[in-house]
């Protein structure tokens, strides 16, 4: 009898600590420094910390709808220009890794804002809650602009990892000054998500794990997984959403760019970008990343050009590499 107390007592502990610490694993990981973010875009090749210090650039903030200073960069190439996108980082990195983006954007004619999520580079905030209040940030930057630059502003939004699941859990109280999106390695259910990483990639068994993470979630963050479903929120929005996913990511699986791809009703695209992990895609292949971006913006921005191309069916690039995740 005491055996089995004594058994208990250890399980009861081992998932007291287990669970603590998924806790913290999942709302308030270690971030990534801003030179360890610049070492991987130079080992992509996709931009460099030379590019960032030439680039004129200011620093901007805002505030959230519960009181935190959010930071910001704003670039601005076209004084006059009323094309704006909003570049959203991903998980324990910053604003800094959005930068591999800015010249695929300015070539399209667009200023940029690339912000740093709460709980992220210069932006206050205790935990990350995966688009639960970080969707009501994009309303703050996109709030932000129309307010300093005018009524006339046409603003795409841009999200990468956790980024990509914030920009579509947006869309379910979208603004009608965003006119598209691009969601790069999104997630398409918090609780898919998180099951998939602890029981796939770390090994451990999901129950009862996950609802004791789930219960401690919701009493110190305010918030559950189950709340958390761009699938759910992509389902009735008429913008035109660009889903980009790499064949190898196991991370964030890609089948739930997929499942996204299947509930949102059109316009959208999917493209599949074959031999890229988490995060790499545009590393991967630039050519066709660039390219089924600018025809989301021909068919959001241009939609009475003769020549505008649909934005409708699956793209698979067939370019191959074995550059790190991000």
């Avoid at 932006?123 to 688009?131: D, L, V």
């Avoid at 479903?229 to 196991?250: C, M, R, W, Y």
Wanted: aromatic letters at 10%; glycine letters at 8%; proline letters at 4%.
């Amino acid at each position: 009898m005491i055996y089995l107390l004594a058994a208990g007592l250890c399980v009861s502990v081992i998932l007291i600590i287990g669970s603590h610490y998924g806790f913290r694993l999942i709302t308030q990981m270690k971030h990534q420094s801003s030179e360890g973010i610049f070492d991987y875009l130079e080992h992509c090749g996709v931009y460099s910390r030379e590019k960032f210090k030439r680039l004129e650039k200011k620093e901007v903030q805002t505030t959230s709808v519960d009181g935190l200073k959010l930071g910001g960069y704003l670039v601005e190439p076209y004084q006059k220009g009323k094309r704006w996108v909003i570049l959203v980082h991903g998980y324990t990195v910053s604003l800094y890794v959005s930068t591999q983006y800015i010249e695929l954007f300015q070539r399209e004619g667009f200023n940029l804002l690339l912000i740093d999520q709460r709980r992220h580079g210069k932006s206050e905030g205790k935990y990350t809650t995966y688009g639960y209040m970080e969707k009501h940030d994009i309303a703050a930057w996109v709030a932000w602009i129309v307010d300093h630059y005018g009524e006339d502003c046409s603003i795409g939004l841009h999200g990468q990892s956790l980024g990509g699941g914030t920009v579509l859990e947006y869309l379910a109280m979208a603004d009608h000054h965003v006119k598209f999106a691009v969601a790069d390695c999104p997630y398409s259910d918090l609780t898919k998500l998180l099951r998939h990483q602890m029981s796939v990639l770390n090994k451990l068994p999901a129950f009862p794990l996950l609802g004791l993470i789930n219960r401690r979630m919701h009493r110190s963050a305010g918030f559950r997984m189950e709340q958390v479903s761009p699938l759910k929120a992509v389902q009735n929005s008429s913008l035109p959403v660009l889903f980009i996913h790499g064949t190898e990511d196991n991370y964030v699986p890609t089948y739930m760019s997929e499942e996204l791809y299947e509930a949102k009703p059109e316009p959208r695209s999917l493209l599949l970008v074959k031999g890229a992990v988490h995060g790499n895609a545009y590393a991967v292949d630039p050519v066709r990343y660039t390219k089924e971006v600018r025809q989301l913006i021909q068919l959001a921005l241009e939609p009475e050009a003769e020549d505008s191309p649909e934005l409708s069916g699956i793209s698979v690039s067939n370019q191959l590499s074995a550059l790190p995740s991000g």
